[in-house]
């Protein structure tokens, strides 16, 4: 009988490399780019040139092939230096002039500009379509979906549109960095690639910044391979290295982050001063019946509306727990007001909360005091 592992036995196994006497348990990072090779043709697969392949990209991939896949069909996976590195290889890896592609107008801000300025000057059409859709997939050849979505925390329903795409002949790439493998697996829902942003809670220690690419199509990883090896958007050795380390703790982490974000946002939607809780793992959430059917877990990042960006610095100021960041996924609670960065269509006061491991009573009572002193 094939005993199927947990996610805490996964992830803290994965990548690992069979015991050999006389070899580390935890094998370091092999900072090397040039390996010396074998001196005549015929010899043993060696290492070469490390910009097409590292042994320790190599480990890593291996761990977030495990997680991408689960008990299902094997993954392929390829890192890369960040997660616009990895939504790139997707984009300009896949598509040519004369394609069009579908890309969220409510999801990470960047991919927006970065399609209608460079992929329209390589003649490529792009439209925009919100997460909770419609989505215009006639005619697609890829549609880029984010789920759930960043900063507004909505989700779309994954296995119905997978297959209204590929019903119009476009593949689908989800953009899985809010959820991570643990909280999702699009590959399972239908869709063809995953891309994440592994900078975010997937490394979860806001000391890094990496991505990745996954994938059960032999083409398209090859696509996504040759992309990297073309551009050199390679990850570092050692930031693959801290990344895998990281993996041991996945599962704790997300199960005490997606605990403390529930509470927070229960503790938000009982005050008067906020307008507006999005998270999809609270009952009533208007995400929250899409988000069960096809999330594991729900994440430690939600979302509120609170009066006015004074508001949310005088928060800050008196919180001795969340601190002022744009990126999520880290141990320590952090609170980024999206307006400031001019990327969102979003109220001055929106703020995007991701919810580190503190002990649970403990960041709901600095919250508290904080919102108190907030409001004066």
């Not at 005549?40 to 990209?57: M, S």
């Not at 996504?224 to 930031?239: K, L, M, S």
Request: aromatic letters at 6%; a negative charge; glycine letters at 10%.
């Amino acid at each position: 009988m094939t005993v199927v592992p947990g996610d805490g036995t996964l992830a803290s196994h994965a990548g690992e490399r069979p015991a050999a006497l006389g070899e580390p348990a935890r094998p370091g990072p092999v900072l090397s780019s040039v390996f010396h090779l074998a001196p005549a043709p015929g010899g043993p697969a060696l290492d070469g040139y490390g910009r097409p392949d590292n042994p320790t990209y190599r480990d890593l991939e291996r761990a977030l092939s495990a997680l991408e896949a689960g008990s299902g069909d094997p993954v392929r996976t390829t890192t890369f230096a960040s997660g616009m590195a990895a939504i790139s290889a997707v984009l300009f890896g896949l598509l040519k002039a004369g394609d069009t592609v579908v890309i969220p107008s409510d999801g990470y801000y960047a991919t927006r500009p970065l399609a209608a300025d460079r992929l329209a000057a390589f003649g490529v059409t792009v439209r925009e379509a919100p997460t909770l859709g419609p989505y215009p997939v006639e005619g697609a050849a890829l549609v880029l979906l984010e789920t759930p979505s960043n900063p507004g925390m909505d989700v779309c329903d994954l296995p119905a549109v997978c297959a209204a795409a590929h019903a119009a002949g476009a593949l689908v790439a989800v953009d899985n960095t809010t959820a991570t493998p643990l909280g999702q697996r699009p590959l399972d829902l239908g869709a063809d690639l995953v891309v994440a942003s592994d900078t975010k809670a997937l490394a979860g220690h806001g000391d890094l910044l990496l991505g990745h690419v996954s994938t059960r199509d032999e083409q398209l990883a090859a696509k996504a391979r040759q992309w990297r090896t073309w551009t050199g958007a390679i990850p570092g050795p050692f930031e693959a290295w801290l990344a895998l380390r990281s993996l041991a703790t996945l599962d704790v982490r997300l199960a005490r982050q997606a605990a403390n974000a529930l509470a927070v946002a229960e503790l938000l939607s009982a005050r008067p001063e906020v307008r507006e809780v999005r998270y999809p793992g609270r009952p009533g959430d208007p995400a929250h019946a899409v988000a069960a059917r096809q999330m594991r877990r729900y994440g430690g990042v939600l979302s509120a509306v609170l009066p006015d960006a004074a508001f949310v610095e005088r928060m800050l100021a008196a919180s001795g727990l969340a601190s002022a960041v744009t990126s999520f996924g880290d141990v320590r609670t952090g609170i980024d007001r999206r307006a400031q960065w001019g990327g969102d269509v979003v109220p001055d006061g929106f703020i995007r909360i991701s919810c580190g491991i503190e002990d649970t009573a403990d960041l709901i009572a600095d919250l508290t005091a904080a919102l108190d002193a907030a409001s004066g």
